[in-house]
């Protein structure tokens, strides 16, 4: 059965599009959205409600829809709880309706809607309190497979999204009489200008009055002609944040069944905006009364579009319920358009349009109400009776329109923390005073009428263009006066009568449900709505949300006005994730960091993993060791404590020191001390926060009298520069110092092992490396393959070890020369495994150690801390919880039962099963040199342990292991390898 | 999301900035005892009101800046380099 019409409308009637909804094929025509397609084939029932699963049909014709919610497409596209009426119809589109089992027409949680009075607001919070043993295994998957709308995609999104970063003059939002007036003045003054319009067509109301249309035609053709003007279609604009910074989403394909080639599916717009209009409109707001959610009622407005602009009868037979003047027109347009009007129940007692109601014959009932609704898939009739109850009379009807007033679309103004004011005439909230540099204009601040409108944004548009610099002469013709007088609506909210009369259709609230919040306690609006939901879907209340506050003010029994709304929050509208993330996802979620050596160590096959931002080697499989990676560690481990290994640490972070005070600051940044290192040497520090808990640590190499060389830990190197910055610029702006991070400037490696001198020897020029010309801690400048490089004797594994650091461009070649001078000694490159594995050995610490909480004493440092001179967490270090000899101390911990492995995270306890932790295994690796698992711990009373036995737990894996307390190092305890 | 005029670099997204806190605080010296620098470290006043703190360009030019801002309206009234003293406005 179609219902559309013969001729008008704005739809394409030679482009016909298949469709399909519910897995029935229908077919519409260009120009319509989803909602007007189904209305013309006739289809009534769309979804069922959130909470007790009614029917439910199309009751809007925009972005504001409560109830028309579908599944848009299908696998990994399908889209959850789109409205209809924003859905551009295009050909092959897939829809299906949601909220329902096994069919739309036969739902079988439909019986809630029988045991409603079991299902009062606030029921999830009262139902499913006890016992807490069955919130995981009863009450959530109950909860999750009722409720809810639509589905996600489970697969990944195949689609593309940008981002994009926008400045302009004047950001125009919506693109009405209104908004195309204040853009155009804008621009014509000289201002750079955005108009956003969330429609696909510009033209908000005036696309339902073909009287407009040359206005309309007019002004968009002379906004195009301005260079200055971007004007976008399809862009929703859903948040105002501080700043005047705008976001937008521009829906560049979704009117297509897949994205283009090389075109996003959604562009995020991030808009700076030095002045901002906001023309957002005014959205008609429902009346209370029982059961105005059956398919078939629908908001006045919402009729006269689908009527004009997409030209689809919206029923056969319509009664009106209003309590304006403005409702009148779609009365009247729906009977001019050969629409039976059965009548118009009006609650006001005298209306100017009395007259030419009758001059249609229409049957105009003042001063009554419509009483309830009949029929459960579909309105079939209404019964209508005066005000106070009397003369009650059923009408046959499939069509109920009504109209509860307009509230101006406030929900941008409000997110920029404008207050809003009561504004009797229009019996709605309008916006007070700006706080940020935006106006409201239009109905968007409570004007009626296409000329008073226009009139309103060509004024805004010119005083933002004003405001923000631009001011040359415009001048436009504006649509003619007609006599507007204005809507005239009495505030009116609620018909009472026996049944469910629903503030808000999407989340299934009803005037009880608020009466009974108010009832239990939640007086106040913001309490109101969560007990009971009220605003809280996705449609965040526009067509209900006012109406729910009046009718907590009555129960209240103070003004609306006094009882207010609740704040509106980011977004104006749903938007995908998709768009939101934009191009961060997957492997471009976050920057990935390579050192300069990374396509060698890819090519010599190594196994990555990430430290912070950095892509490491963690170790090399050889050929036979691809399916066990410990026969790779141990194997380079080993290298290391036997012959020679090499080890790319270009992930050090690095800072260049420079400056007559660098000493100095250093001092001050450092527990030990800097000034009295001489040039050539390079010295460990150790650097606390200001609250006296160790940072970070690294050697701190002195290259010139006012230059240093400092190293971090890779994961600290960013706080650590912004901690020097910090107290540089703002603590001791008078020490003369200057820094720089060159981190990436220098690949660093480090040649560790018995046979590392011999080794570098064979590559080295330059640079006499016997034990009394460079000894441990000696720096000096070299060159290596003809490349220069830069050569520390420190060692992080404990054994001889060189640190060779080159400027990055000579990173490989430089590489290759100290494995090819290895080769004889049998050199390896080792990974970071290893790497941890050696120092876990010698008992230095690193991450798992410095875990934000332990100080240098627990760590065994203490003596590093200065007596003398000021430094960083110098004072606070000295508290006596932090001082407190009793505190968790660094130990070496070792498997009593050698074959025994040590799972890092245990706990530290005095007998199996004891609960009392006294501290825990921090590191642990099995070692290359000790023939058993070695690990590093921090236990209490430490000193009293040392020699005995106690038990790592580790209750998770149920495992109990028995270790012997010993001293940190568990290799050359004595030092003396580093300095062979 | 703040617009930050950085006074070495001109307006600027928040999202380039780290937020530290109250500027008016200052390192005690450095024999000023426990509570002096336990004060500085941990104690800081909460105003709903106009504020002076510290916002590093830590993705533009590395300079800690002063920023006075709003709590309440997130307004940003002044900004100014680390050196300079900043008054608040009265309301």
């Known amino acids: 059965m179609s219902r559309r019409l013969a001729g008008g409308g704005r739809v394409d009637r030679g482009a016909r599009l298949r469709f399909s909804f519910d897995g029935d094929a229908y077919e519409g025509l260009r120009g319509d959205t989803l909602a007007s397609a189904l209305m013309a084939n006739g289809v009534r029932l769309v979804g069922r409600s959130f909470k007790y699963h009614r029917p439910r049909g199309i009751v809007t014709a925009g972005p504001e829809e409560p109830n028309a919610l579908v599944e848009l497409r299908g696998g990994a596209r399908r889209e959850a709880n789109t409205p209809m009426p924003v859905i551009e119809l295009f050909d092959g589109l897939e829809a299906r309706s949601q909220n329902r089992w096994p069919s739309l027409a036969f739902d079988l949680l439909s019986a809630n809607d029988l045991i409603a009075r079991f299902l009062p607001a606030g029921f999830y919070y009262k139902t499913f309190m006890w016992p807490a043993s069955f919130w995981e295994k009863v009450y959530e998957p109950l909860i999750r497979r009722s409720a809810g709308l639509g589905s996600a995609a489970r697969a990944p999104d195949p689609d593309r999204y940008e981002t994009l970063h926008a400045h302009c003059d004047v950001l125009v939002v919506g693109s009405g009489a209104t908004g195309l007036a204040a853009a155009r003045a804008a621009a014509e003054a000289g201002a750079r200008v955005i108009l956003c319009e969330q429609d696909f067509e510009l033209g908000g109301g005036l696309l339902l009055d073909p009287a407009h249309e040359a206005w309309r035609a007019g002004m968009i053709g002379a906004l195009l002609r301005q260079s200055e003007a971007t004007v976008l279609s399809r862009t929703s604009v859903f948040g105002y944040y501080d700043g005047n910074v705008l976001g937008a989403i521009e829906r560049v394909a979704d009117h297509l069944p897949v994205p283009p080639d090389h075109a996003p599916r959604q562009r995020f717009w991030m808009i700076r905006a030095r002045e901002v209009v906001l023309a957002t409109g005014a959205l008609e707001r429902l009346i209370a009364l029982p059961d105005n959610d059956r398919p078939g009622v629908m908001l006045a407005g919402a009729a006269l579009a689908y009527l004009r602009r997409f030209a689809v009868a919206p029923g056969e037979r319509a009664v009106m319920f209003t309590n304006n003047d403005e409702a009148y027109d779609t009365a009247f347009a729906l009977h001019d358009a050969g629409i039976e009007v059965a009548a118009i129940v009006d609650v006001r007692a005298a209306t100017a349009r009395a007259e030419p109601a009758r001059q249609r014959g229409i049957d105009l009932r003042l001063g009554s109400v419509v009483l309830g609704v009949h029929g459960r898939r579909g309105v079939r009739g209404v019964t209508v009776a005066a005000r106070d109850g009397a003369n009650a009379k059923t009408l046959s009807a499939d069509l109920l329109c009504v109209s509860g007033g307009h509230n101006p679309a406030i929900q941008l103004a409000s997110q920029s923390r404008t207050a809003m004011r009561w504004d009797s005439a229009i019996a709605g909230f309008v916006p007070g005073e700006s706080t940020q540099r935006q106006r409201s204009a239009g109905a968007a601040r409570g004007l009626t009428g296409i000329a008073s409108c226009a009139r309103d944004g060509a004024a805004a548009g010119a005083a933002a263009a004003a405001d923000a610099g631009f001011a040359a002469a415009s001048g436009f013709d504006l649509p003619p006066d007609s006599a507007e007088p204005g809507t005239q609506v009495e505030a009116f909210w609620e018909v009472r009568s026996a049944g469910k009369a629903f503030v808000d259709l999407q989340n299934d609230v009803t005037a009880d449900d608020i009466r009974l919040a108010r009832r239990e306690g939640y007086e106040h609006i913001e309490h109101a709505k969560r007990y009971t939901t009220l605003s809280m879907a996705t449609d965040q209340g526009k067509t209900g949300g006012l109406v729910g506050a009046a009718v907590l003010a009555a129960a209240r029994g103070e003004d609306v006005a006094a009882v207010g709304l609740p704040t509106y929050r980011p977004f104006a509208v749903p938007i995908s994730f998709g768009a939101i993330a934009g191009h961060a996802v997957g492997k471009d979620f976050a920057p990935i960091r390579r050192t300069a050596l990374h396509r060698w160590h890819e090519r010599r096959g190594a196994r990555f993993m990430e430290v912070g931002p950095w892509l490491r080697p963690a170790y090399y499989p050889q050929p036979g060791e691809e399916n066990d990676a410990w026969a790779s560690v141990l194997r380079e481990a080993r290298a290391v404590r036997q012959a020679v290994g090499l080890c790319d640490v270009s992930t050090l972070g690095k800072i260049d020191v420079q400056g007559r005070d660098a000493a100095v600051f250093l001092d001050r940044l450092y527990t030990n001390t800097f000034s009295t290192l001489p040039v050539g040497r390079a010295r460990y520090g150790l650097m606390l926060r200001e609250d006296g808990i160790v940072f970070d640590d690294g050697t701190t190499s002195r290259l010139a009298d006012d230059h240093f060389f400092m190293t971090t830990t890779t994961v600290n190197a960013a706080r650590v520069l912004e901690h020097m910055e910090y107290h540089a610029q703002t603590v001791w702006p008078d020490l003369d110092v200057q820094f720089c991070a060159v981190t990436d400037h220098w690949a660093s490696m480090s040649l560790a092992g018995p046979q590392a001198r011999a080794t570098l020897a064979k590559a080295v020029e330059g640079l006499d490396l016997d034990n009394a010309a460079f000894p441990f801690m000696g720096v000096g400048d070299a060159a290596i393959a003809g490349c220069p490089v830069r050569i520390f004797r420190i060692s992080f594994s404990g054994e001889l070890a060189y640190e060779v650091a080159t400027p990055a461009g000579h990173a490989e070649r430089v590489w290759e020369a100290v494995l090819a001078a290895g080769r004889a000694h049998g050199i390896a490159p080792y990974g970071v495994e290893a790497l941890g594995l050696l120092r876990i050995e010698k008992g230095h610490v690193a991450g798992p150690e410095l875990t934000g909480h332990t100080t240098a004493r627990d760590l065994g440092l203490e003596r590093m801390l200065k007596k003398r001179g000021d430094y960083v967490g110098r004072v606070l270090a000295e508290r006596p919880a932090l001082a407190d000899p009793d505190r968790p101390r660094l130990v070496g911990l070792r498997p009593v039962d050698r074959r025994a492995r040590l799972r890092a995270g245990g706990h530290l306890v005095a007998a199996p099963g004891s609960a009392e932790s006294l501290g825990w295994l921090a590191s642990a690796m099995p070692s290359v040199e000790l023939d058993c698992w070695v690990g590093l711990g921090l236990l209490a009373r430490a000193e009293s342990w040392r020699g005995k036995c106690l038990f790592v737990a580790f209750p998770l894996n149920d495992e109990t292991t028995e270790v012997e307390v010993t001293h940190p190092h568990h290799v050359d305890p004595e030092n003396a390898r580093v300095r062979a | ?91």
């Open chain 2, 1 to 91: 999301m703040h617009r930050i005029d950085c006074p070495w670099c001109g307006l600027r997204d928040e999202i380039e900035f780290a937020y530290r806190g109250d500027a008016t605080v200052r390192r005690p010296p450095a024999d000023a005892g426990i509570d002096a620098f336990y004060e500085y470290v941990y104690l800081r006043d909460n105003p709903r009101g106009w504020h002076v703190e510290w916002w590093h360009h830590a993705a533009g030019c590395r300079q800690w800046i002063k920023v006075v801002r709003h709590t309440t309206t997130h307004a940003i009234h002044a900004t100014a380099k680390a050196d300079e003293d900043m008054q608040v406005p009265r309301s």
